[in-house]
């Protein structure tokens, strides 16, 4: 592998990593704060790449449909919040597990009665169509640089609310000791209902975002829900630092398990097999930290 | 219900399955061999969700797994021998059950569901991506399985209604099975571990062991469930071990009631006429469907089997 090869790769790893991080955040944060688990956190990603092409579509421009879409996607949160989520605190993961189920059933079908069953394409913004030349013979798109960079902006932004702010501090609260938190005055009710709606809006976003470079199809939710999990399964449940650990290293390991192989083309089976790997991690994990890498011991 | 009337009303059930063959036309009776294949599925997930505790989300990988043991020890236009591959099946699953159970049996609560469903993953993407077993087509078995002792045949599994009683067979089977075993000290151990781990422990129960087993067991009851589902449809894809079948087969074990046995089986089986009834009405049954699912989370607990008796037993999964 040329250094031009691995330098694109290694940019690529980071870039899905982030990515992974970013939906697998707002799963972590609803698990870790709320106590719930979303079976459904695909399928928001999957409607945020609809919206995307969509709105994209019908507004004629990228840059207008990503505020209206995380508007949209804020407003459905709150509603699934409001309607069911919040009768789901005080019961067992089971039931957690078998309504969010129910919802992918629901979304699913409502994406192919909206949007219908074809795979399709979101074209890159004009802004950031252009590329930088690494070498003589290998360039590297703007765009995905881009998702980078709104992935660690973003992973910032929700470090500093959590850590610093007065906002921050009431939902760290609300996780350790909701009832105290109520009977202080606060309105914690309010508050999971917020945090469930960033949560399904982080999901939706990364959708968003990574429309242009893959393309928005029927299966993009459930594929990317397994993978979150195994990223937080790897991260320990709750911790959006062992998150980004966590996604980056199956960036890493993904991306780098595919080209390795494509090199030794001697085993056909090896690349067949290459998406095994991120599987293999999380077994060794499981051996040897069963709680995640920064999850606290159960 | 009754203790008593439970009896009777399942040997009434009973009866009234064993007439089915003659009364009713071929389509009745495929489907309820589908519903009694389910039954078994759904049986074994809750000698997990119910019984244990253990609420897997990947129970498909040892029913597809099974499914795809058949299709793939079946030889292209000759029958396999029904023994051996049955064997072979739920061998598989059952080694399959115990490496995964090693595993994530490590974990519990949330990180169980996730972690079975990912393992359950990969072993989709096995299936799916290599050339191992027709890839995402799948393969066919032309020839069903035959069961021969000394020369003499005693059914024939391409005829539907044989296939019928064996399924029934084996949903009995399965039953009294799990019923002995629950009813024997595994069982009560099994419970206590429900419901507090810590305290079986400390008791000196080495509930890993007691725990491994169990998902073992289950993994090769639902191995029996795929390959007869593979004899039934003659053909084996990945949707055998896709995650909307471990789905499925959860919502049929709540629906049913959880940590019963019975109730399961009555999932199963309202759950696929819900289907049929659903596609009747419409070609986007999959939103009536998850929105029955939803409604069924909320609602309905205990399950169909909780309507009937409003007393609760305490045999919820424990939490966490």
């Not at chain 1, 699934?80 to 969010?100: A, S």
């Not at chain 2, 490496?99 to 079975?116: D, E, N």
């Not at chain 2, 409604?295 to 309905?300: D, F, M, N, T």
Request: hydrophobic content about 60%; overall charge neutral.
């Amino acid at each position: 592998m040329s250094l031009g090869t691995f330098l694109v790769q290694l940019l690529n790893s980071v870039q899905y990593g982030l990515l992974l991080f970013l939906v697998a955040s707002g799963l972590t944060l609803i698990f870790g704060i709320m106590g719930v688990i979303n079976i459904a956190h695909g399928a928001f990603y999957m409607i945020g790449a609809y919206l995307a092409w969509s709105l994209a579509g019908q507004l004629g421009s990228f840059w207008l449909a990503l505020p209206l879409g995380i508007a949209l996607s804020v407003i459905l949160g709150l509603a699934l919040e409001w309607l069911l989520i919040n009768k789901l605190y005080d019961r067992d993961h089971l039931y957690q597990v078998l309504l969010t189920y129910g919802l992918i059933l629901v979304f699913e079908e409502l994406r192919a009665i909206l949007w219908g069953n074809d795979v399709h394409g979101v074209p890159i913004p004009e802004q950031l169509k252009a590329s930088i030349p690494l070498t003589e013979n290998l360039s590297y798109p703007v765009y995905r640089l881009f998702i980078s960079g709104v992935c660690l902006a973003v992973a910032g932004l929700m470090y500093w609310v959590i850590q610093k702010t007065r906002l921050g501090m009431i939902v760290r609260a609300g996780a350790s000791n909701r009832d105290m938190v109520q009977s202080l005055g606060i309105d914690i009710g309010f508050v999971y209902r917020v945090v469930f709606a960033v949560g399904v809006a982080l999901a939706a976003f990364a959708g968003m975002i990574a429309a242009p470079v893959s393309s928005v199809f029927p299966g993009m939710g459930g594929q990317v829900l397994i993978i979150c999990f195994v990223v937080v399964v790897i991260g320990g449940v709750g911790s959006v630092k062992g998150a980004l650990v966590a996604a980056l290293l199956i960036g890493l390991i993904d991306t780098f398990g595919k080209v390795i192989e494509l090199d030794i083309a001697g085993f056909n089976v090896l690349p067949e097999l290459s998406g095994m790997s991120v599987y293999l991690l999380m077994a060794a994990v499981l051996l040897w930290r069963p709680q995640g890498i920064f999850g606290a011991r159960p | 219900m009754s203790r008593r009337l439970g009896w009777i009303a399942g040997l009434v059930a009973l009866a009234a399955l064993v007439a089915l063959p003659f009364l009713a036309d071929k389509f009745y009776v495929q489907l309820f061999t589908k519903i009694l294949i389910m039954a078994i599925f759904a049986m074994s997930l809750d000698l997990l969700i119910g019984y244990t505790g253990l609420v897997s989300f990947g129970h498909a990988a040892f029913y597809g797994v099974a499914a795809y043991t058949l299709a793939l020890v079946t030889p292209q236009y000759e029958a396999a021998s029904m023994w051996t591959s049955l064997l072979l099946s739920m061998g598989v699953a059952a080694l399959l059950a115990f490496l995964i159970g090693l595993l994530v049996l490590r974990t519990s609560g949330i990180y169980f569901i996730m972690v079975t469903l990912a393992f359950a993953q990969m072993v989709y993407f096995v299936f799916h991506d290599t050339k191992l077993a027709g890839g995402s087509d799948g393969i066919f078995i032309y020839v069903r399985p035959v069961l021969e002792v000394f020369g003499w045949k005693p059914f024939d599994l391409e005829q539907f209604r044989d296939l019928y009683f064996v399924v029934l067979g084996c949903a009995v089977g399965v039953f009294l099975l799990l019923r002995m075993m629950l009813g024997s000290l595994f069982g009560r151990v099994i419970a206590g571990v429900r419901v507090n781990e810590h305290r079986m422990r400390s008791l000196g129960y080495p509930t890993f062991r007691y725990k491994l087993v169990c998902f073992t067991l289950a993994g090769a009851i639902a191995g029996l469930a795929g390959w007869l589902s593979a004899v039934q449809f003659g053909v084996v894809n990945p949707d055998f071990l896709a995650w909307h079948l471990s789905g499925s087969v959860i919502m049929m074990v709540i629906l049913g009631g959880m940590g019963t046995l019975v109730g399961p089986m009555i999932g199963a089986a309202a759950m696929m006429l819900a289907e049929i009834g659903f596609q009747e009405v419409t070609e986007h049954w999959q939103l009536l469907m998850g929105g029955f699912i939803v409604l069924v989370a909320l609602l309905l607990p205990k399950g169909l089997l909780g309507l009937l008796a409003p007393k609760p037993e305490g045999k919820g999964a424990a939490r966490g």
